[in-house]
């Protein structure tokens, strides 16, 4: 066999079934031409992801002359992969088929909380979404969760959420659940989302701001997710940022999540009114200052309370600093606002465009393009729902290298 006939047959079956996953229906001719496969090697490769029920066959390819060609295409049956986004109040979960079409997605009602307890009330809903699915859960083929702060995903281990777990919490749930589990920080998984169907094009560089209850970040450099050596790269909050005598819940003080995250911007609020500034919420706050939530801020800027408009714009001027110092450092092509608080638009997206421009170098902000989640919310349910795919077609790549 020639060298050049040698490397043609080197097509992975994650590569052809990644290939099919992004293609409707194929035949054999066009994988053929499209991967530089001889029409034998591509029939081979056809005939042995018709033996996994990876594909099945679609019909023929109607054309004017000839024998018209087969048409193949994914088996969305094959397998189910369910994603899990934890909140502090609630779990969104979701459920896609193998082709990737969305079957459910569903808030369950949940308090998390650093203990026992909470665990088996996670397990017990997700369990309960499982039975409620109506699919063949023996096709369950990954559980993707994504969980806030330092999470090692390669390991399994959670270094905050049910930090007193002696075991990795993947190999917990795992048998828990009774289905494979991954896990992924929260942020990440939101970006994952992002780039599988939100706004990333084709650019290869990459910050996603993570701007929620608390603050994170995700990058991408060279087209490569950057993970870190352990995993827990992207921990924007906890940059020193300030000289303040507030604790962060890491332990230490000064970072910029004790100013800029909504946990924060709600405290502020809370302050302000009670110092005796006027807001839509003063009475609220005033009645029951622990009932303020983060939403409740979000539907004041919304009514255009000039108080909370206030305080967007400050956040985004402390945010802005900070990120013009990732720009000078990593000259990104574009700048991701994702989270809950991106609901709030250009009150916080001009803001921070002003302190972008003030704080950047002129050449390095002029190639970077800002914008906000096009996702909001659901980012991290989509990330988890995909990655859960994503990480079961890398084992695939691991167990069937190359035909």
Known sequence: MTERNNKKSKVSLYRLLTYFINNETLSIPQIAKEMGLSLPTAGKLINELLEKEYICNAGKLEQGEGRPPMLFAINAQVGYFIGIDIKQDYIRVGLIDFAGKILALKNLPYNYRNTPQSLDELCSRVTEFIKESRINTTRIINIQINISGRVNPVHGVSHTMFSFLEDPISEVLEYRLGHPVTIENDTRSMFYGELYKGCVQNQQDIVYVNLSWGLGAALMLNGQIVKGKSGFAGELGHF??????????????GCLETEVSGS???RICKEEILSGKQSILSEKVHRQPDSLTLDDVLLAIEHEDLLCIELMEQLAAKLGKELANLINLLNPELIIIGG????????????????????????????????????KDEAGIIGACYLARCNYLHELEQKYPYQ
């Open 340 to 375: 809950s608080l991106s609901k709030a638009g250009d009150y916080l997206l001009l803001p921070l465009e002003v302190a972008l421009k003030k704080y950047t170098l002129k050449l390095v902000n002029k190639n970077c393009k800002l914008m906000l989640s096009v996702l």
């Open 240 to 253: 020193y940022a300030f000289e303040n005598e507030i604790l962060c819940h890491c332990g230490k003080k």
């Open 264 to 266: 924060a911007l709600c």
